[in-house]
């Protein structure tokens, strides 16, 4: 199957830093790609919907000038994490969906974010 | 979006068939159904997706109802690596449930 590669796996930062993880699918092109977080013991919370050449379209109660997202071309989104706090400190996993709106979405390893 | 249910979680004997059903009473004509399971600190893997008939691939199985509102993912002949979280989302909702955990027991 298609590769969806995030970067990086796991960081810890200073809280009020600001932490940038890439989204990359490997071997197909992503018009559309996805950003989910997930806490301990719960499921994935969709964030937002990337859209390349586009701005983000993000969902009920999530900041969008905290949670920045770029989809700058077809196999690449990132998400900036701006002035992070402890609790941001997360599981942030992104997806790309290959082909029509029913296509599969394929998922990164995930990158864990720890804000001391 | 459509909206699915699914058991919190169920145990599975090593070695059978472990069925994990899902329901989406409210699908609509055109959308799929697909079944992902993550395992912990992962990302979510894909397993298997369905429109209609019947699939079958070389992890799993799906079995989805004629009135399309369930479904039933069949893992053969469950393994220890089996154990997971197990989401079943319908295409145009990119939302996940809880999912059911799948515990395989030697």
């Known amino acids: 199957g298609a590769v969806v590669s995030q970067h990086p796996s796991w960081v810890i930062c200073k809280s009020g830093t600001s932490v940038k993880i890439e989204c990359r699918s490997l071997d197909f092109q992503a018009t559309t790609m996805f950003w989910y977080r997930q806490f301990p013991k719960q499921s994935l919370m969709l964030m937002a919907t990337?859209?390349?050449?586009?701005?983000?379209?993000?969902e009920q109660g999530v900041e969008k000038d905290k949670f920045l997202i770029n989809h700058a071309s077809l196999t690449l989104s990132t998400l900036t994490v701006t002035s992070a706090h402890p609790e941001d400190s997360s599981f942030y996993i992104c997806?790309?969906?290959?082909?029509?709106?029913?296509?599969?979405?394929?998922f990164g390893e995930g990158s864990r974010l720890t804000v001391l | 979006d459509a909206k699915t249910t699914q058991p919190t979680s169920m145990d599975c004997a090593e070695g059978r068939a472990a069925n994990l059903p899902c329901n989406h009473s409210t699908i609509s004509g055109n959308e799929y159904v697909y079944w992902y399971r993550q395992i912990h600190s992962q990302g979510p893997q894909y397993i298997i997706h369905g429109l209609k008939n019947n699939e079958t691939n070389e992890m799993a199985s799906l079995i989805i109802t004629e009135d399309r509102k369930s479904s039933t993912l069949i893992l053969p002949h469950a393994t220890l690596r089996d154990t997971a979280v197990y989401y079943c989302?319908?295409?145009?909702?990119?939302?996940f449930g809880k999912g059911t955990k799948l515990s395989v027991i030697p």
């Open positions: 997806s790309a969906r290959q082909g029509a709106v029913t296509g599969e979405l394929f």
């Open positions: 990337s859209n390349e050449g586009s701005k983000a379209t993000y």
């Open positions: 989302i319908v295409s145009y909702q990119l939302t």
